[in-house]
């Protein structure tokens, strides 16, 4: 049956075929939308239903077009913008006509998905007899038509050719073939939506309007405005990409204020799947949303995150208000380079708080845990507090990690994050390397390169990369019940290795039978890093924090070191810190061996002359001694890895840490 | 006086243990702030020197000190029982820093400047001092005159306190309380700026600058 609804997404189920395949079986095709293809070909007439004419998004810039009915202009044109908001590279990039003219004749074009932080991805994917492709035969083509016609949403689609889109890159060519099809149709459609609930259609003269916000436009680009190079092409729809960091001023002091953790798992989800805001969502983690809204006059941001100040959460936002053409997630570079040109065009970047108003004025006693509300008197056990509604609520809420409190001797908490500041940033250096050093870009002009870099919007590339950290997230908690000591026996039990709340994959405690223990939880972090992420190993924006302590030692302690990351690997038992990256961590995994009392004395008289000297050089010379040199070449070579004395012996005495009996 | 200075004066605060706290929290863990809110100094200076109305802000210097814990029985005089052991935060010098150091700055009026007659004193801030925390070596530097700045508050200071410490515009706000004595024996929790707040005023108060829009 004839769908009856518009579905954005559907306007690129084009690219899902394999043009040469079809062609070489006789099928005449040009390019991948379908909108001027021969029917007859196939022995079917030309589908009619509201989605078919999405094929048409790629040509049509105006209201006044006459290519379709008019009654289906409006949507064309909202998912042609939404489509410009979702690409990678602008589809109106500065580049040469030469370049322009090697792309349409498909001369870049690679195959499949190049993705930045796992360039071997496809290959792999085709090594398990996966393919992009889900239209190859006429029969096929014949079932896609089908299908425009009648899918009854979005959800449907991705269902159904999830696989496919997931391998199929938005543009084939180097080196536009970043993101997924899947991703970017995600992205399209959530923003389509968008622009089409805040903006009305209006007839007037016989003529065809959009309106959002009193800025009445018929075209395209009078709406998004030009690029960030044309200083006069300034764009009448102005809207904000905002990110969402949520916090909360609870701290730890009982177990069960740890359901906090689940109270903001499960706002975040639940404003990010309820069907009258997930479309802003465009992407979110368990503690960031990035959020696609209107101006403050058409949808005011504290009214849609009402629920979020209910429950005393605090939202730092770093709002980036801007004409839809300038939006881009790489917030802070865009500012800069638009404040060093001279142009009249809008784009705003502020920082913003939004929670409850404070009273000005409590009375005692005050709320021990937030120590924002007053605080009337709970007693347990020995110990008298203060308590708020909402820090009660929360207390009442279960008792997570109920064994901790049986365990005895020493514990760990371990906490992985998404540096979403330092992801942006990698993304960008990632995109820059692939211009430069990809086979197929090194006969292109370096004008046109440093075009592309500038054209560059990591938006969608960023919402593929948060996957992709979900699945690690997923995995890392799977194989950390996988892990086999000596004898081959599980490592860590669900009673050993505690995930306090169900669904937050970032954070876990464990017992710390002996430093392996630790040593074994960073290898797999380390393992799946590799494997996800093989090209941010250096420098990751996934980060992984574990705090080594007596089972006494204050929780929130060990929570203020898990929210400041510093490197890839951060390690305290206190008193002592160590942060290396992971090649640092690698080189000293595969160096230090188990206890030697000569490599300690060592270990601490190195260290010693180093805090007295503040001298590498006066360190080296003592390494370099002709019997040191003899006795523990080892460390010779580990401080050629830049690393220091302190960081050695403080993971020889992790590493030895003995077997702890209760 | 020109709008764009604010004229403070510095002083140096040394001490080799004090514990600032952040409110008791479950009653088994007290956390130490690395600055001097505007509330502890206004009662210490009201016990040692009797000033009623000084505005004071201070911030210990990063590389000068450390964290540590101390753990103990608080002791119930009333019940002659001891209660449970409370593990409190502190600082204390880093290795081959003579002392934890504090910059304080004291908003100049007539009151400050005979403030300044009293120096070098000592003064107790913050908790535990009957164990002898807290207790400080204080004494002038210099008149400071701060040029108008936007960033990020590194310090503590009542809302309503901004305008005396020439915060002319609030941008954003991060709000907590701090104690404010009404009389001997109680007080109330007034609002305050915390640290992290934007805000245009005087550079003293500043650390980073935000560089990007506000309304």
Not at chain 1, 262 to 279: C, G, L, M, Q
Not at chain 1, 423 to 442: G, H, P, T, W
Not at chain 2, 169 to 192: D, N, Q, W
């Amino acid at each position: 049956m004839k769908s009856e609804v518009f579905i954005s997404e559907l306007h690129d189920i084009g690219k899902l075929a394999d043009v040469k395949a079809l062609k070489d079986l006789g099928i005449k095709l040009s390019g991948q939308t379908f909108q001027n293809f021969d029917f007859s070909q196939l022995n079917i007439s030309t589908p009619s239903s509201p989605s078919w004419y999405g094929q048409y998004s790629n040509e049509i810039g105006s209201l006044t077009s006459t290519r379709i009915p008019e009654h289906y202009l409006p949507d064309v044109l909202l998912t042609s913008m939404a489509d410009e908001l979702s690409s990678a590279i602008s589809r109106t990039w500065s580049g040469s006509k030469k370049f322009k003219e090697r792309k349409e004749k498909d001369e870049l074009v690679a195959k499949g998905l190049y993705v930045l932080w796992n360039p071997s991805f496809y290959d792999k994917e085709e090594e398990r007899g996966n393919y992009w492709a889900a239209f190859r035969t006429p029969d096929e083509l014949r079932k896609m038509f089908e299908f425009i016609d009648e899918c009854k949403n979005p959800t449907d689609f991705f269902e159904r050719f999830g696989k496919n889109l997931k391998l199929t890159a938005e543009d084939k060519s180097v080196p536009f073939n970043v993101v997924d099809l899947f991703t970017h149709l995600e992205l399209t459609g959530k923003i389509y939506r968008i622009l089409k609930k805040h903006s009305r259609v209006i007839k007037e003269d016989d003529k065809l309007y959009l309106e959002y916000l009193n800025k009445r436009v018929q075209t395209k680009n009078e709406a998004t405005g030009g690029r960030i190079d044309q200083p006069n092409q300034r764009g009448k729809w102005i809207f904000r990409l905002i990110f969402c960091y949520v916090r909360f001023p609870q701290s730890f002091s009982r177990l069960q204020d740890l359901n906090i953790l689940k109270e903001r798992v499960k706002i975040i989800r639940a404003f990010s799947e309820n069907e009258n805001t997930r479309d802003y969502v465009l992407f979110f983690t368990d503690d960031f949303m990035c959020l696609f809204v209107p101006r403050e006059e058409e949808a005011k941001i504290h009214e849609m995150l009402e629920q979020f100040r209910e429950d005393r959460f605090i939202i730092d936002c770093e709002e980036m208000e801007a004409e839809l053409s300038l939006l881009t997630s790489s917030m802070k570079n865009a500012y800069c380079k638009f404040h060093n040109s001279s142009t009249s065009r809008y784009l705003k970047l502020y920082e913003k708080r939004v929670s409850m108003e404070p009273s000005p004025e409590l009375h005692p006693n005050i709320c021990d845990s937030c120590q924002m509300e007053h605080g009337e008197e709970a007693r347990k056990e020995q110990v008298r507090e203060y308590l708020c509604n909402t820090c009660k609520r929360i207390r009442d809420m279960g008792e997570p990690a109920r064994e901790y409190a049986e365990w005895k001797g020493k514990a760990a908490w371990m906490k992985i994050a998404l540096d979403q500041k330092c992801l942006s940033d990698r993304i960008d250096a990632l995109f820059k390397e692939y211009v430069d050093n990809s086979r197929v870009m090194q006969s292109v002009d370096v004008n046109d390169k440093n075009k592309l870099k500038e054209s560059f919007r990591p938006l969608a590339v960023q919402m593929a990369f948060v996957k992709d950290y979900e699945q690690l997230l997923r995995e890392f908690k799977d194989k950390i019940y996988e892990i086999e000591d000596a004898e081959g026996n599980q490592f860590f039990t669900k009673e050993t290795f505690l995930y306090p709340i169900d669904d937050y994959n970032e954070f876990g405690i464990f017992k710390v039978y002996s430093g392996e223990a630790i040593l074994k939880v960073i290898d797999t972090f380390t393992n799946l890093l590799e494997e996800y992420f093989p090209k941010c190993v250096d420098n990751s924006p996934i980060k992984l924090a574990i705090s080594v302590a007596h089972v006494k030692y204050p929780y929130q302690e060990h929570w203020r070191f898990l929210s400041e990351p510093k490197e890839t690997i951060d390690i305290q038992s206190s008193p002592a810190e160590l942060i290396l990256n992971v090649k640092q961590y690698k080189t000293l995994r595969e160096k230090i061996g188990k206890e030697n009392v000569k490599l300690s004395h060592f270990l601490h008289r190195l260290a010693d002359i180093k805090e007295k000297t503040d001298s590498d050089m006066t360190v080296r010379i003592e390494v370099y001694d002709k019997d040191n040199r003899k006795k523990f070449p080892v460390i010779l070579e580990l401080l050629e890895e830049g690393l220091t004395p302190k960081q050695i012996l403080e993971y020889y005495n992790l590493a030895r840490e003995e077997e702890i009996h209760e | 006086m020109n709008d764009s200075y604010k004229t403070f004066l510095h002083f140096e605060l040394r001490t080799q243990t004090v514990a600032i706290g952040e409110r008791v929290k479950g009653g088994t863990f007290r956390p130490c702030i690395e600055t001097i809110p505007t509330s502890t100094l206004k009662g210490s200076f009201r016990d040692h020197f009797g000033l009623e109305k000084v505005a004071a802000i201070g911030f210990f210097r990063k590389e000068t000190y450390e964290r540590a814990v101390f753990t103990y029985s608080p002791f119930d005089a009333l019940l002659k029982t001891s209660k449970l052991p409370i593990s409190l935060e502190y600082l204390k010098p880093k290795k081959g820093s003579p002392a934890a150091i504090a910059d304080i700055y004291v908003v100049k009026d007539g009151v400050a400047e005979m403030f300044i007659k009293s120096m070098p004193a000592e003064i107790s801030i913050g908790a535990l001092k009957s164990k002898d925390f807290g207790r400080c070596k204080i004494e002038y530097v210099d008149e400071v005159k701060s040029d108008l700045k936007i960033g990020y508050l590194k310090g503590r200071l009542l809302e309503e306190e901004s305008s005396t410490f020439g915060i002319v515009k609030i941008i954003k706000a991060c709000y907590g309380y701090l104690f404010y004595p009404t009389s001997r024996v109680s007080g109330v929790y007034k609002r305050a700026l915390f640290e992290g707040s934007i805000v245009k005023g005087p550079e003293i108060l500043i650390d980073g600058a935000y560089e990007y829009d506000y309304d």
